[in-house]
Protein backbone atom coordinates (compact mmCIF):
# COMPACT_ATOMS: atom_id res chain seq x y z
CA UNK A 1 0.00 0.00 0.00
CA UNK A 2 1.45 3.41 -0.99
CA UNK A 3 0.24 6.97 0.45
CA UNK A 4 -0.97 9.38 -2.21
CA UNK A 5 -1.93 13.14 -2.12
CA UNK A 6 -4.04 14.22 -4.72
CA UNK A 7 -3.80 18.01 -5.02
CA UNK A 8 -7.57 19.13 -6.56
CA UNK A 9 -11.02 17.56 -6.58
CA UNK A 10 -11.70 17.89 -10.24
CA UNK A 11 -12.51 15.11 -12.57
CA UNK A 12 -8.91 13.85 -13.20
CA UNK A 13 -8.20 13.98 -9.60
CA UNK A 14 -11.55 12.20 -8.32
CA UNK A 15 -10.92 9.21 -11.45
CA UNK A 16 -7.72 8.91 -10.24
CA UNK A 17 -8.67 9.08 -6.34
CA UNK A 18 -11.34 6.59 -6.85
CA UNK A 19 -9.39 3.64 -9.10
CA UNK A 20 -6.24 4.31 -6.20
CA UNK A 21 -8.29 3.62 -3.59
CA UNK A 22 -9.96 0.70 -5.28
CA UNK A 23 -6.49 -1.04 -5.46
CA UNK A 24 -6.17 -0.46 -1.86
CA UNK A 25 -3.57 2.72 -1.78
CA UNK A 26 -4.18 5.14 0.74
CA UNK A 27 -5.46 8.21 -0.96
CA UNK A 28 -5.85 11.73 0.33
CA UNK A 29 -7.54 14.69 -2.26
CA UNK A 30 -7.00 18.13 -1.21
CA UNK A 31 -9.51 20.44 -2.81
CA UNK A 32 -9.58 24.67 -1.97
CA UNK A 33 -13.12 24.95 -3.11
CA UNK A 34 -16.07 24.44 -0.76
CA UNK A 35 -17.26 21.12 -3.23
CA UNK A 36 -14.98 19.06 -5.82
CA UNK A 37 -15.57 19.14 -9.26
CA UNK A 38 -13.01 21.89 -10.96
CA UNK A 39 -13.91 22.90 -13.88
CA UNK A 40 -17.04 20.17 -14.09
CA UNK A 41 -19.01 21.36 -11.72
CA UNK A 42 -22.13 23.17 -10.91
CA UNK A 43 -24.06 25.46 -8.62
CA UNK A 44 -27.45 26.20 -7.71
CA UNK A 45 -29.06 30.18 -7.15
CA UNK A 46 -32.22 31.08 -6.48
CA UNK A 47 -33.37 27.37 -7.27
CA UNK A 48 -31.58 27.44 -10.91
CA UNK A 49 -29.15 25.07 -11.41
CA UNK A 50 -26.28 26.24 -13.55
CA UNK A 51 -23.27 24.63 -15.34
CA UNK A 52 -19.76 26.04 -13.41
CA UNK A 53 -17.66 25.24 -16.51
CA UNK A 54 -17.57 21.94 -18.89
CA UNK A 55 -20.86 21.84 -20.52
CA UNK A 56 -20.35 18.67 -22.49
CA UNK A 57 -17.48 15.84 -23.28
CA UNK A 58 -16.64 13.62 -26.04
CA UNK A 59 -14.49 9.74 -26.29
CA UNK A 60 -17.01 7.97 -24.37
CA UNK A 61 -15.16 4.49 -25.36
CA UNK A 62 -12.47 6.49 -22.51
CA UNK A 63 -15.01 7.88 -20.32
CA UNK A 64 -17.34 4.96 -20.09
CA UNK A 65 -15.43 2.22 -19.10
CA UNK A 66 -13.48 4.24 -16.63
CA UNK A 67 -16.92 5.34 -15.00
CA UNK A 68 -17.66 1.46 -15.47
CA UNK A 69 -14.76 0.38 -13.54
CA UNK A 70 -15.28 2.68 -10.39
CA UNK A 71 -18.93 1.93 -10.18
CA UNK A 72 -21.01 4.66 -11.11
CA UNK A 73 -21.99 4.83 -14.59
CA UNK A 74 -25.41 3.61 -13.97
CA UNK A 75 -25.75 6.76 -11.76
CA UNK A 76 -25.37 9.32 -14.69
CA UNK A 77 -27.96 9.92 -17.44
CA UNK A 78 -25.31 10.80 -19.99
CA UNK A 79 -26.88 12.29 -22.82
CA UNK A 80 -26.78 12.59 -26.51
CA UNK A 81 -25.36 16.57 -27.14
CA UNK A 82 -26.56 18.18 -30.02
CA UNK A 83 -26.34 21.57 -30.99
CA UNK A 84 -28.38 24.36 -33.95
CA UNK A 85 -26.16 26.55 -35.48
CA UNK A 86 -28.08 30.11 -36.85
CA UNK A 87 -26.54 32.18 -39.37
CA UNK A 88 -28.65 35.33 -39.74
CA UNK A 89 -31.85 33.73 -41.20
CA UNK A 90 -30.48 30.73 -41.71
CA UNK A 91 -30.28 27.47 -39.86
CA UNK A 92 -27.50 25.16 -40.22
CA UNK A 93 -28.40 21.95 -40.08
CA UNK A 94 -25.84 20.07 -37.14
CA UNK A 95 -27.63 16.61 -37.24
CA UNK A 96 -24.62 14.74 -39.50
CA UNK A 97 -21.78 15.46 -41.08
CA UNK A 98 -23.86 15.07 -44.56
CA UNK A 99 -26.38 17.16 -43.32
CA UNK A 100 -24.28 20.31 -42.59
CA UNK A 101 -22.50 20.02 -45.93
CA UNK A 102 -25.84 20.19 -47.87
CA UNK A 103 -27.93 23.22 -45.34
CA UNK A 104 -24.45 24.94 -46.39
CA UNK A 105 -25.39 24.44 -50.06
CA UNK A 106 -28.48 25.68 -49.57
CA UNK A 107 -26.86 28.90 -47.58
CA UNK A 108 -24.76 29.71 -50.02
CA UNK A 109 -25.10 28.63 -53.59
CA UNK A 110 -22.14 30.76 -54.52
CA UNK A 111 -19.60 28.38 -52.89
CA UNK A 112 -20.71 25.33 -54.22
CA UNK A 113 -17.52 24.23 -55.51
CA UNK A 114 -15.42 25.36 -52.72
CA UNK A 115 -17.94 23.99 -50.06
CA UNK A 116 -17.80 20.32 -52.38
CA UNK A 117 -13.94 20.77 -51.77
CA UNK A 118 -13.88 21.52 -48.52
CA UNK A 119 -16.00 18.83 -47.50
CA UNK A 120 -14.01 16.40 -49.64
CA UNK A 121 -11.14 17.16 -47.52
CA UNK A 122 -12.57 17.31 -44.28
CA UNK A 123 -14.35 14.54 -45.06
CA UNK A 124 -11.07 12.04 -45.04
CA UNK A 125 -10.19 13.41 -41.32
CA UNK A 126 -13.64 13.24 -39.78
CA UNK A 127 -14.08 9.40 -41.17
CA UNK A 128 -10.54 8.16 -39.75
CA UNK A 129 -11.14 9.83 -36.50
CA UNK A 130 -14.65 8.30 -36.24
CA UNK A 131 -13.60 5.00 -34.96
CA UNK A 132 -10.96 5.92 -32.46
CA UNK A 133 -13.31 8.69 -30.30
CA UNK A 134 -16.70 6.59 -30.71
CA UNK A 135 -17.81 3.67 -28.17
CA UNK A 136 -18.44 0.82 -30.27
CA UNK A 137 -18.09 -3.20 -29.65
CA UNK A 138 -14.48 -4.70 -29.06
CA UNK A 139 -14.75 -7.05 -31.99
CA UNK A 140 -11.52 -7.91 -34.35
CA UNK A 141 -13.57 -6.16 -37.21
CA UNK A 142 -13.27 -2.86 -34.46
CA UNK A 143 -9.61 -3.53 -33.60
CA UNK A 144 -9.04 -3.55 -37.14
CA UNK A 145 -10.91 -0.75 -37.76
CA UNK A 146 -9.22 1.48 -35.39
CA UNK A 147 -5.71 0.34 -36.53
CA UNK A 148 -6.41 1.33 -40.20
CA UNK A 149 -8.14 4.79 -38.55
CA UNK A 150 -4.59 5.33 -36.69
CA UNK A 151 -2.46 4.41 -39.86
CA UNK A 152 -4.99 7.42 -42.03
CA UNK A 153 -4.54 9.31 -39.09
CA UNK A 154 -0.91 9.45 -38.74
CA UNK A 155 -0.91 11.09 -42.72
CA UNK A 156 -2.80 13.28 -41.55
CA UNK A 157 -1.16 14.93 -38.87
CA UNK A 158 1.80 15.18 -40.86
CA UNK A 159 0.16 16.67 -43.16
CA UNK A 160 -1.93 19.56 -41.10
CA UNK A 161 -0.41 19.62 -37.66
CA UNK A 162 1.23 22.48 -38.04
CA UNK A 163 -1.20 24.45 -40.37
CA UNK A 164 -3.76 26.18 -37.99
CA UNK A 165 -7.73 26.09 -39.32
CA UNK A 166 -7.86 29.50 -40.53
CA UNK A 167 -5.12 28.29 -42.66
CA UNK A 168 -7.13 25.68 -43.55
CA UNK A 169 -9.97 27.22 -44.14
CA UNK A 170 -8.41 29.94 -46.57
CA UNK A 171 -7.51 27.66 -48.49
CA UNK A 172 -11.18 27.14 -49.53
CA UNK A 173 -13.22 29.97 -48.78
CA UNK A 174 -12.07 33.77 -48.95
CA UNK A 175 -10.50 35.51 -46.13
CA UNK A 176 -13.29 37.74 -44.52
CA UNK A 177 -16.18 36.13 -46.05
CA UNK A 178 -18.98 35.54 -44.50
CA UNK A 179 -18.97 31.55 -44.59
CA UNK A 180 -14.71 31.46 -43.84
CA UNK A 181 -15.57 33.31 -40.86
CA UNK A 182 -17.81 30.47 -40.06
CA UNK A 183 -15.27 27.72 -40.52
CA UNK A 184 -12.64 29.72 -38.48
CA UNK A 185 -15.02 30.03 -35.63
CA UNK A 186 -15.93 26.58 -34.68
CA UNK A 187 -14.05 25.16 -32.21
CA UNK A 188 -11.09 26.86 -30.61
CA UNK A 189 -9.59 30.10 -31.78
CA UNK A 190 -6.26 29.02 -34.52
CA UNK A 191 -6.53 25.58 -33.32
CA UNK A 192 -4.23 22.88 -35.45
CA UNK A 193 -6.39 21.82 -38.92
CA UNK A 194 -5.20 18.58 -37.48
CA UNK A 195 -8.41 18.70 -34.85
CA UNK A 196 -10.83 19.61 -37.99
CA UNK A 197 -11.75 15.47 -37.92
CA UNK A 198 -12.53 15.47 -34.15
CA UNK A 199 -14.24 18.42 -33.70
CA UNK A 200 -16.74 16.80 -36.63
CA UNK A 201 -16.88 13.39 -35.38
CA UNK A 202 -17.21 14.07 -31.91
CA UNK A 203 -20.03 17.04 -33.07
CA UNK A 204 -21.71 14.87 -34.77
CA UNK A 205 -21.03 11.25 -33.69
CA UNK A 206 -19.89 11.64 -29.77
CA UNK A 207 -20.79 14.48 -27.71
CA UNK A 208 -22.47 13.60 -24.46
CA UNK A 209 -23.43 15.82 -21.35
CA UNK A 210 -24.93 14.84 -18.41
CA UNK A 211 -28.44 15.16 -17.49
CA UNK A 212 -27.95 15.82 -14.11
CA UNK A 213 -25.65 18.43 -14.12
CA UNK A 214 -22.25 17.90 -14.14
CA UNK A 215 -21.90 18.75 -10.62
CA UNK A 216 -24.01 15.59 -10.24
CA UNK A 217 -20.79 13.23 -11.56
CA UNK A 218 -18.28 15.13 -9.49
CA UNK A 219 -20.44 14.08 -5.94
CA UNK A 220 -20.98 10.53 -7.41
CA UNK A 221 -17.02 10.28 -7.96
CA UNK A 222 -16.57 12.06 -4.48
CA UNK A 223 -19.00 9.43 -2.87
CA UNK A 224 -17.54 6.44 -4.56
CA UNK A 225 -13.92 8.07 -3.17
CA UNK A 226 -14.87 7.84 -0.07
CA UNK A 227 -16.99 4.92 0.07
CA UNK A 228 -13.47 3.13 -0.94
CA UNK A 229 -11.76 4.55 1.86
CA UNK A 230 -10.17 7.88 0.61
CA UNK A 231 -9.99 11.32 2.31
CA UNK A 232 -11.67 14.25 1.00
CA UNK A 233 -10.90 16.89 2.19
CA UNK A 234 -12.51 20.81 0.72
CA UNK A 235 -11.56 24.27 1.98
CA UNK A 236 -8.05 22.82 2.27
CA UNK A 237 -5.39 24.88 -0.20
CA UNK A 238 -2.32 23.15 -0.82
CA UNK A 239 0.52 25.96 -0.47
CA UNK A 240 3.76 23.78 -1.18
CA UNK A 241 4.26 20.18 -2.89
CA UNK A 242 7.79 19.32 -0.44
CA UNK A 243 10.34 17.51 -2.41
CA UNK A 244 13.75 15.81 -0.51
CA UNK A 245 16.50 15.11 -2.75
CA UNK A 246 14.93 15.55 -6.39
CA UNK A 247 11.48 13.25 -4.94
CA UNK A 248 8.03 14.28 -3.82
CA UNK A 249 7.43 13.53 -0.49
CA UNK A 250 4.36 15.30 0.59
CA UNK A 251 2.36 18.23 0.44
CA UNK A 252 2.25 21.47 2.80
CA UNK A 253 -1.93 22.65 3.22
CA UNK A 254 -3.29 24.85 5.97
CA UNK A 255 -0.04 25.50 7.70
CA UNK A 256 -0.23 21.80 8.25
CA UNK A 257 2.63 18.89 6.08
CA UNK A 258 0.99 15.71 5.04
CA UNK A 259 3.45 12.91 3.82
CA UNK A 260 2.93 10.59 0.94
CA UNK A 261 4.73 8.18 -1.34
CA UNK A 262 3.77 10.03 -4.15
CA UNK A 263 1.66 13.18 -5.49
CA UNK A 264 -0.68 13.69 -8.19
CA UNK A 265 -0.79 17.66 -9.01
CA UNK A 266 -4.52 17.21 -10.66
CA UNK A 267 -4.87 20.93 -11.93
CA UNK A 268 -2.88 23.80 -13.58
CA UNK A 269 0.33 22.89 -14.75
CA UNK A 270 1.94 26.35 -14.28
CA UNK A 271 0.78 27.26 -10.74
CA UNK A 272 1.82 23.60 -10.16
CA UNK A 273 5.47 24.27 -11.12
CA UNK A 274 5.58 28.28 -10.75
CA UNK A 275 3.43 28.19 -7.38
CA UNK A 276 3.25 25.05 -5.45
CA UNK A 277 6.76 23.50 -6.02
CA UNK A 278 9.05 24.08 -3.54
CA UNK A 279 12.46 24.42 -5.29
CA UNK A 280 12.35 25.26 -9.57
CA UNK A 281 16.10 23.89 -9.20
CA UNK A 282 14.51 20.94 -9.77
CA UNK A 283 13.13 21.70 -13.87
CA UNK A 284 15.69 22.46 -16.62
CA UNK A 285 15.95 26.61 -17.03
CA UNK A 286 14.65 25.30 -20.72
CA UNK A 287 11.67 23.75 -19.77
CA UNK A 288 10.92 25.96 -16.79
CA UNK A 289 10.96 28.74 -19.10
CA UNK A 290 8.86 27.28 -21.30
CA UNK A 291 6.56 26.63 -18.97
CA UNK A 292 6.57 30.43 -18.07
CA UNK A 293 5.83 31.13 -21.25
CA UNK A 294 3.70 28.89 -23.14
CA UNK A 295 0.29 29.95 -23.90
CA UNK A 296 -2.76 28.76 -22.90
CA UNK A 297 -5.94 27.73 -24.35
CA UNK A 298 -8.58 30.84 -24.31
CA UNK A 299 -10.98 31.45 -21.58
CA UNK A 300 -15.09 32.20 -21.64
CA UNK A 301 -17.14 34.68 -20.52
CA UNK A 302 -20.50 33.15 -19.31
CA UNK A 303 -23.99 34.86 -18.58
CA UNK A 304 -26.11 33.03 -15.58
CA UNK A 305 -29.70 33.47 -16.46
CA UNK A 306 -33.19 32.46 -14.48
CA UNK A 307 -35.66 33.32 -16.41
CA UNK A 308 -39.70 33.03 -15.81
CA UNK A 309 -40.06 31.54 -18.76
CA UNK A 310 -41.78 27.83 -18.77
CA UNK A 311 -39.16 25.41 -19.25
CA UNK A 312 -41.84 23.77 -22.08
CA UNK A 313 -41.70 27.29 -23.92
CA UNK A 314 -37.70 28.10 -23.80
CA UNK A 315 -37.59 24.12 -25.58
CA UNK A 316 -40.26 25.45 -27.97
CA UNK A 317 -38.04 28.49 -28.56
CA UNK A 318 -34.54 26.56 -28.92
CA UNK A 319 -35.68 22.94 -30.20
CA UNK A 320 -32.11 21.85 -28.46
CA UNK A 321 -30.17 22.71 -25.44
CA UNK A 322 -27.43 24.48 -27.22
CA UNK A 323 -28.09 27.13 -29.81
CA UNK A 324 -24.94 28.97 -31.59
CA UNK A 325 -25.36 32.28 -33.13
CA UNK A 326 -23.26 33.88 -35.84
CA UNK A 327 -24.76 36.62 -36.43
CA UNK A 328 -22.21 39.44 -36.52
CA UNK A 329 -19.32 37.09 -37.84
CA UNK A 330 -18.27 39.38 -40.81
CA UNK A 331 -16.74 42.19 -38.39
CA UNK A 332 -15.00 39.54 -36.40
CA UNK A 333 -12.08 39.22 -38.98
CA UNK A 334 -9.36 38.13 -36.04
CA UNK A 335 -9.76 37.61 -32.64
CA UNK A 336 -8.29 40.56 -30.59
CA UNK A 337 -7.65 41.23 -26.81
CA UNK A 338 -7.29 44.95 -27.69
CA UNK A 339 -10.73 45.50 -29.48
CA UNK A 340 -13.19 47.05 -26.97
CA UNK A 341 -15.77 45.58 -29.40
CA UNK A 342 -15.08 42.49 -29.51
CA UNK A 343 -17.90 40.81 -27.59
CA UNK A 344 -20.64 42.85 -29.65
CA UNK A 345 -19.45 41.04 -32.87
CA UNK A 346 -18.75 37.51 -31.70
CA UNK A 347 -20.72 34.49 -32.04
CA UNK A 348 -22.25 33.24 -28.90
CA UNK A 349 -23.94 29.78 -27.59
CA UNK A 350 -26.99 29.48 -25.36
CA UNK A 351 -27.07 26.28 -23.30
CA UNK A 352 -29.90 25.04 -20.99
CA UNK A 353 -29.10 23.13 -18.22
CA UNK A 354 -32.91 22.85 -17.47
CA UNK A 355 -34.00 21.36 -20.87
CA UNK A 356 -33.25 18.01 -20.09
CA UNK A 357 -33.79 18.21 -16.54
CA UNK A 358 -37.05 20.82 -15.77
CA UNK A 359 -36.30 20.27 -11.97
CA UNK A 360 -32.76 22.18 -12.51
CA UNK A 361 -35.16 25.13 -12.31
CA UNK A 362 -38.22 26.31 -10.22
CA UNK A 363 -41.59 24.86 -11.61
CA UNK A 364 -42.99 27.25 -14.31
CA UNK A 365 -39.12 28.37 -14.67
CA UNK A 366 -35.85 27.79 -16.78
CA UNK A 367 -32.36 28.26 -16.59
CA UNK A 368 -30.51 29.59 -19.36
CA UNK A 369 -26.69 30.11 -19.87
CA UNK A 370 -24.91 32.72 -22.77
CA UNK A 371 -21.17 32.01 -23.26
CA UNK A 372 -18.66 33.68 -25.64
CA UNK A 373 -15.05 32.93 -26.44
CA UNK A 374 -12.80 35.39 -24.26
CA UNK A 375 -9.32 36.59 -26.32
CA UNK A 376 -7.00 35.63 -23.65
CA UNK A 377 -5.42 39.12 -21.54
CA UNK A 378 -8.97 41.08 -22.95
CA UNK A 379 -8.65 44.88 -22.84
CA UNK A 380 -5.59 44.37 -20.15
CA UNK A 381 -6.87 40.87 -18.62
CA UNK A 382 -10.29 42.94 -17.81
CA UNK A 383 -8.94 46.58 -16.46
CA UNK A 384 -5.55 45.87 -15.14
CA UNK A 385 -6.63 45.22 -11.94
CA UNK A 386 -8.46 48.30 -11.57
CA UNK A 387 -11.97 47.19 -9.75
CA UNK A 388 -13.73 49.64 -11.11
CA UNK A 389 -12.72 49.23 -14.48
CA UNK A 390 -13.11 45.38 -14.36
CA UNK A 391 -16.88 46.05 -13.25
CA UNK A 392 -17.50 48.12 -16.15
CA UNK A 393 -16.34 45.26 -18.48
CA UNK A 394 -18.00 42.50 -17.33
CA UNK A 395 -21.56 44.87 -17.51
CA UNK A 396 -20.40 45.81 -20.73
CA UNK A 397 -19.97 42.56 -22.15
CA UNK A 398 -23.09 41.08 -20.11
CA UNK A 399 -25.30 42.98 -21.71
CA UNK A 400 -23.86 42.42 -25.48
CA UNK A 401 -24.42 38.95 -24.82
CA UNK A 402 -27.71 39.34 -23.55
CA UNK A 403 -28.18 41.34 -26.77
CA UNK A 404 -27.27 38.62 -28.82
CA UNK A 405 -29.73 36.01 -27.22
CA UNK A 406 -32.18 38.24 -27.75
CA UNK A 407 -32.17 37.99 -31.32
CA UNK A 408 -33.47 34.38 -30.36
CA UNK A 409 -35.33 35.02 -27.54
CA UNK A 410 -36.93 38.51 -28.24
CA UNK A 411 -38.14 39.37 -24.98
CA UNK A 412 -35.48 38.03 -22.47
CA UNK A 413 -34.85 40.62 -20.74
CA UNK A 414 -38.07 40.81 -19.01
CA UNK A 415 -37.68 37.52 -18.01
CA UNK A 416 -34.87 37.64 -16.08
CA UNK A 417 -35.52 36.69 -12.45
CA UNK A 418 -31.58 35.86 -11.62
CA UNK A 419 -28.84 37.50 -13.59
CA UNK A 420 -24.72 37.00 -12.97
CA UNK A 421 -21.69 36.47 -15.07
CA UNK A 422 -18.43 34.85 -14.75
CA UNK A 423 -15.34 36.19 -16.50
CA UNK A 424 -12.04 34.18 -17.51
CA UNK A 425 -10.81 36.11 -14.15
CA UNK A 426 -13.54 34.30 -11.86
CA UNK A 427 -12.73 31.04 -13.42
CA UNK A 428 -9.13 31.72 -12.52
CA UNK A 429 -10.24 32.25 -8.80
CA UNK A 430 -12.25 29.12 -8.42
CA UNK A 431 -10.34 26.69 -10.40
CA UNK A 432 -7.05 27.52 -10.45
CA UNK A 433 -6.58 27.69 -14.23
CA UNK A 434 -3.97 30.26 -15.74
CA UNK A 435 -6.30 33.06 -16.72
CA UNK A 436 -9.10 31.11 -16.86
CA UNK A 437 -7.90 28.58 -19.35
CA UNK A 438 -10.72 26.32 -20.41
CA UNK A 439 -9.08 23.29 -21.87
CA UNK A 440 -5.59 23.35 -20.80
CA UNK A 441 -2.77 24.37 -23.26
CA UNK A 442 -3.58 26.37 -26.46
CA UNK A 443 -4.93 24.80 -28.84
CA UNK A 444 -2.88 26.82 -31.44
CA UNK A 445 0.09 24.66 -33.45
CA UNK A 446 2.33 27.29 -33.15
CA UNK A 447 2.23 27.36 -29.55
CA UNK A 448 2.58 24.04 -28.45
CA UNK A 449 3.74 22.75 -25.44
CA UNK A 450 4.07 19.34 -25.89
CA UNK A 451 5.98 17.88 -28.82
CA UNK A 452 2.69 15.44 -29.88
CA UNK A 453 -0.95 17.17 -29.02
CA UNK A 454 -2.38 14.13 -28.83
CA UNK A 455 -0.56 12.00 -26.71
CA UNK A 456 -0.67 12.13 -22.71
CA UNK A 457 2.61 13.05 -20.62
CA UNK A 458 1.96 12.92 -16.52
CA UNK A 459 5.54 12.36 -15.59
CA UNK A 460 7.72 15.40 -14.66
CA UNK A 461 11.03 15.61 -13.58
CA UNK A 462 10.60 15.77 -10.58
CA UNK A 463 10.45 12.16 -9.23
CA UNK A 464 6.63 10.77 -7.76
CA UNK A 465 5.21 13.74 -9.25
CA UNK A 466 2.59 13.14 -11.73
CA UNK A 467 0.77 15.01 -13.69
CA UNK A 468 -3.20 14.26 -13.29
CA UNK A 469 -5.31 16.69 -15.22
CA UNK A 470 -6.19 17.35 -18.36
CA UNK A 471 -2.88 19.53 -18.58
CA UNK A 472 -1.13 16.71 -19.10
CA UNK A 473 -2.28 16.55 -22.93
CA UNK A 474 -2.10 19.67 -24.99
CA UNK A 475 -5.73 20.29 -25.83
CA UNK A 476 -7.18 18.97 -22.69
CA UNK A 477 -10.72 18.56 -22.16
CA UNK A 478 -12.76 15.63 -20.19
CA UNK A 479 -10.61 12.75 -22.02
CA UNK A 480 -7.64 14.13 -21.65
CA UNK A 481 -8.38 14.51 -17.59
CA UNK A 482 -9.39 10.95 -17.39
CA UNK A 483 -6.30 9.91 -19.76
CA UNK A 484 -4.14 11.17 -16.90
CA UNK A 485 -5.76 9.31 -14.61
CA UNK A 486 -5.70 6.23 -15.70
CA UNK A 487 -2.08 6.37 -16.59
CA UNK A 488 -0.82 7.80 -13.25
CA UNK A 489 -3.03 4.79 -11.52
CA UNK A 490 -0.89 2.36 -13.59
CA UNK A 491 2.18 3.97 -12.62
CA UNK A 492 1.37 3.92 -8.93
CA UNK A 493 2.28 0.05 -7.93
Avoid at 322 to 343: K, M
Avoid at 365 to 388: R, T, Y
Wanted: with cysteine; aromatic share 12%.
Amino acid sequence: MKSVVIIGAGLGGLTAGCLLAKKGHKVTIFESHSSPGGYTAGFWRKGFYFESGTLAFESSNLISPAMKEIGIYQDLDFKRHHMRVLYKDTELAMDSFDGFRESLLRAFPGEKENILAYFEEAGKMYKAMQPLIVEGSKSLLSIFSKLSAGIKMAGIYKKYSKMTVDEFTTVYFKEGTPINLIFRNMGYPGMSAYIVGGMYATMFDDYWIVAQGMQHWADKLAEKFVSLGGTLTCKSLVEKIITDQGKAVGVEYNGKFQAADFVIAAGDYKKTFLKLLDNTNLLPAEQLEKIKTNAVSEGIFTVYLGLSLPNGKLKEIMKLHLVSIFNDLPGLASISANDPDYFTKAGVSLYSPSFEKPDLAPEGKSSLMIQSVAPNGWMNNWGGGDASEYKKLKQKTMEALIDKAALLIPDIRKLIEYQDAATPLTYEKFTHNTNGATSAWSWNPNNKFYDNIMKTYVITPVKNLYIGSCWSNQIGGVPGAVSAALKCVKLIK
